[in-house]
């Protein structure tokens, strides 16, 4: 969850879908009741003289005036439109628990819309990132007067916030001094020296990843709570739909995410348990992924870290949602864009491409095994090799990950602007990490879909994390990244159950990378495949002792000896769904 209000500056004006020129009246602080007692505030943007429509709305922690441009455009389009602030935020009443009490507060207020004098009965909702999260929530609750949801870049609790693979970013922190207290705080949270200096004294100061809050000076959030459940659990499973939940799922629903989207990994995981249960709205279930950013899933942009794409990426989101909503309620034509259940956007080759499934996105597997020279695979210019055979006989590739080692923090504060864009030019490993290189690719060749990289390692001690980065190496240097992942090693077996390495056995791991990704690689370029230890002050630090990490500190450090084997008995090997 990255900007809170991606409306701010739009790179791309949407345009007015219909006549455009319906005037709009306003009720400021509406009041809506909750079961409980709490009410709820509200403003409401409705279509002047006009008989009852569906309504739409967004529910925000991020203070509901930050969606104007929104409510305003879709009220013009004769669709009453509610901005509701979140329980415990702007003016709402109550006590803000993020994530918690999303469930009860959408059921209700969907219930609520529902018989206004000017609603006809249906309610939609709108909304990115924690409003894409609250619109599965609403949806969890099941109120019978939901007919639409449409979830962009929607985060979900222990896949991809606070943590992702049971490792906790210090951005939650960040994130949570946004929500804290009533008021809007953008400005403090967009002050990045000042949260990058407090990350970096934690780092710096071998402090325990607990002890965050206090470093930042706010210890008024939920902080203490997430760090006592750093896997999946009954804690977090509140916030999940069950099976039985996705079984029962009846209404459209249009997912929306990017390449670059911090929120890929929950949005997709919606997506994947829907297609999985046995519902009888997956048919009408419908998903959108772009070459955007998170911010991008409401505000397409040509650009991202350096990386421009064609014109043709641009989706006129408000004209497309209109469309939905014109479909699933109005009884209107189906979007012109949506020609099939999925399209995906392919950089590279600059195009839209459609299939009814992800299963039927790719028809081939390339399958790449590890391999190096004498063991050694160290950096860029003594690399491993992805190789097209299994290896045979062969060394393990070793390195060293010690988490006293400060080197790192020193790289990340020089280049700290490719952090912000998240496109590094730079590759320094410090001796902590294992590059592959393929081959060139004598034909550009397309790959759309999840890499999975299968590895036998041994550690020396009882734990550590891993981070996987996939990119492609262009004929002239330049590097784009494709995807990326990240792995504690207790949890090599399941993300709900934690299990200790025994020191010298070798294990085999799997990472199925955390997010999609749908490139045609250039003639000539290679794949890199980079494997190290993240010793960075933007993640949780693993001291490697395998006690509680939140509590671990510099004091309890052990360097980990890796060991990376690739041989007849232990072949580890990257896959990738390639398009032939």
């Given at each position: 969850?990255?900007?809170?209000?991606p409306d701010?500056?739009?790179?791309?004006?949407?345009?007015?879908?219909?006549?455009?020129?319906?005037?709009?009246?306003?009720?400021?602080?509406?009041?809506?009741?909750?079961?409980?007692g709490v009410q709820l505030n509200a403003t409401l943007y409705r279509p002047k003289s006009s008989p009852p429509n569906p309504a739409i709305f967004t529910m925000t922690p991020y203070i509901a005036d930050s969606y104007h441009p929104r409510a305003w455009y879709f009220a013009r389009q004769s669709y009453p439109f509610l901005l509701v602030d979140c329980r415990g935020r702007g003016n709402s009443g109550g006590d803000f628990e993020p994530f918690m009490v999303d469930e009860q507060d959408g059921h209700d207020v969907v219930e609520w819309l529902a018989v206004q004098p000017w609603c006809d009965g249906q309610v939609a909702m709108w909304g990115g990132s924690y409003a894409g999260f609250n619109q599965w929530m609403a949806l969890k609750a099941a109120p019978?007067?939901?007919s639409t949801i449409v979830p962009a870049a929607a985060a979900h609790g222990a896949v991809d916030f606070p943590f992702m693979r049971n490792i906790f970013y210090a951005y939650e922190m960040q994130w949570q001094t946004l929500v804290s207290g009533v008021t809007g705080n953008a400005n403090l949270f967009e002050e990045w020296p000042f949260w990058i200096d407090k990350f970096r004294q934690l780092y710096l100061e071998g402090r325990p990843f607990k002890e965050l809050d206090q470093v930042v000076g706010n210890t008024s959030t939920s902080f203490q709570s997430w760090i006592e459940h750093p896997q999946p659990d009954e804690y977090w499973d509140q916030i999940s739909l069950s099976r039985a939940e996705y079984d029962r799922i009846q209404i459209p629903i249009l997912t929306i995410t990017g390449h670059y989207d911090d929120d890929q990994p929950g949005a997709m995981h919606f997506y994947n348990q829907?297609?999985?249960?046995?519902?009888p709205a997956r048919d009408r279930h419908y998903l959108i992924i772009g070459p955007w950013d998170h911010d991008g899933t409401r505000t397409p942009s040509t650009e991202f870290g350096g990386l421009k794409f064609d014109e043709a990426s641009l989706v006129d989101m408000n004209k497309l949602h209109k469309e939905w909503y014109d479909w699933t309620m109005k009884d209107g034509p189906r979007p012109e864009f949506l020609k099939q259940r999925v399209a995906y956007y392919v950089t590279g080759a600059e195009e839209w491409k459609y299939a009814d499934t992800l299963d039927e996105l790719s028809n081939h597997t390339l399958k790449l095994f590890l391999n190096s020279k004498d063991g050694?695979?160290?950096?860029?210019f003594h690399s491993g090799i992805l190789q097209g055979e299994p290896p045979g006989d062969s060394l393990p590739d070793r390195y060293i990950y010690n988490p006293l080692d400060l080197r790192p923090e020193e790289l990340e504060r020089e280049h700290i602007e490719d952090y912000l864009t998240d496109q590094r030019s730079h590759l320094n490993l410090f001796g902590n990490g294992l590059v592959y290189h393929s081959q060139p690719f004598e034909e550009p060749v397309e790959i759309s879909g999840y890499a999975r990289l299968v590895a036998w390692i041994a550690l020396d001690v009882p734990d550590t994390d891993f981070q996987l980065i996939l990119s492609e190496i262009l004929p002239d240097g330049r590097h784009i990244e494709l995807s990326y992942d990240l792995l504690r090693a207790?949890?090599?077996?399941?993300p709900r159950y934690a299990e200790l390495v025994t020191p010298g056995e070798i294990n085999r791991y799997e990472f199925k990378f955390a997010t999609f990704f749908s490139r045609q690689i250039a003639k000539y370029s290679r794949l890199r495949l980079l494997i190290r230890c993240p010793n960075s002050i933007y993640l949780q630090k693993n001291y490697n002792?395998?006690?509680?990490?939140?509590?671990?500190?510099?004091?309890?450090?052990?360097?980990?000896?890796?060991?990376?084997y690739h041989d007849d008995q232990h072949p580890s090997y990257l896959e990738l769904p390639v398009v032939k």
């Amino acid at each position: 969850m990255d900007d809170p209000n991606p409306d701010r500056q739009p790179a791309h004006q949407p345009s007015e879908n219909g006549d455009g020129k319906v005037e709009v009246d306003l009720t400021w602080g509406v009041k809506i009741p909750m079961r409980d007692g709490v009410q709820l505030n509200a403003t409401l943007y409705r279509p002047k003289s006009s008989p009852p429509n569906p309504a739409i709305f967004t529910m925000t922690p991020y203070i509901a005036d930050s969606y104007h441009p929104r409510a305003w455009y879709f009220a013009r389009q004769s669709y009453p439109f509610l901005l509701v602030d979140c329980r415990g935020r702007g003016n709402s009443g109550g006590d803000f628990e993020p994530f918690m009490v999303d469930e009860q507060d959408g059921h209700d207020v969907v219930e609520w819309l529902a018989v206004q004098p000017w609603c006809d009965g249906q309610v939609a909702m709108w909304g990115g990132s924690y409003a894409g999260f609250n619109q599965w929530m609403a949806l969890k609750a099941a109120p019978p007067h939901l007919s639409t949801i449409v979830p962009a870049a929607a985060a979900h609790g222990a896949v991809d916030f606070p943590f992702m693979r049971n490792i906790f970013y210090a951005y939650e922190m960040q994130w949570q001094t946004l929500v804290s207290g009533v008021t809007g705080n953008a400005n403090l949270f967009e002050e990045w020296p000042f949260w990058i200096d407090k990350f970096r004294q934690l780092y710096l100061e071998g402090r325990p990843f607990k002890e965050l809050d206090q470093v930042v000076g706010n210890t008024s959030t939920s902080f203490q709570s997430w760090i006592e459940h750093p896997q999946p659990d009954e804690y977090w499973d509140q916030i999940s739909l069950s099976r039985a939940e996705y079984d029962r799922i009846q209404i459209p629903i249009l997912t929306i995410t990017g390449h670059y989207d911090d929120d890929q990994p929950g949005a997709m995981h919606f997506y994947n348990q829907h297609m999985q249960s046995a519902s009888p709205a997956r048919d009408r279930h419908y998903l959108i992924i772009g070459p955007w950013d998170h911010d991008g899933t409401r505000t397409p942009s040509t650009e991202f870290g350096g990386l421009k794409f064609d014109e043709a990426s641009l989706v006129d989101m408000n004209k497309l949602h209109k469309e939905w909503y014109d479909w699933t309620m109005k009884d209107g034509p189906r979007p012109e864009f949506l020609k099939q259940r999925v399209a995906y956007y392919v950089t590279g080759a600059e195009e839209w491409k459609y299939a009814d499934t992800l299963d039927e996105l790719s028809n081939h597997t390339l399958k790449l095994f590890l391999n190096s020279k004498d063991g050694i695979a160290n950096d860029v210019f003594h690399s491993g090799i992805l190789q097209g055979e299994p290896p045979g006989d062969s060394l393990p590739d070793r390195y060293i990950y010690n988490p006293l080692d400060l080197r790192p923090e020193e790289l990340e504060r020089e280049h700290i602007e490719d952090y912000l864009t998240d496109q590094r030019s730079h590759l320094n490993l410090f001796g902590n990490g294992l590059v592959y290189h393929s081959q060139p690719f004598e034909e550009p060749v397309e790959i759309s879909g999840y890499a999975r990289l299968v590895a036998w390692i041994a550690l020396d001690v009882p734990d550590t994390d891993f981070q996987l980065i996939l990119s492609e190496i262009l004929p002239d240097g330049r590097h784009i990244e494709l995807s990326y992942d990240l792995l504690r090693a207790r949890y090599r077996s399941s993300p709900r159950y934690a299990e200790l390495v025994t020191p010298g056995e070798i294990n085999r791991y799997e990472f199925k990378f955390a997010t999609f990704f749908s490139r045609q690689i250039a003639k000539y370029s290679r794949l890199r495949l980079l494997i190290r230890c993240p010793n960075s002050i933007y993640l949780q630090k693993n001291y490697n002792s395998g006690g509680v990490v939140s509590e671990e500190s510099g004091v309890d450090a052990r360097a980990a000896h890796v060991s990376l084997y690739h041989d007849d008995q232990h072949p580890s090997y990257l896959e990738l769904p390639v398009v032939k």
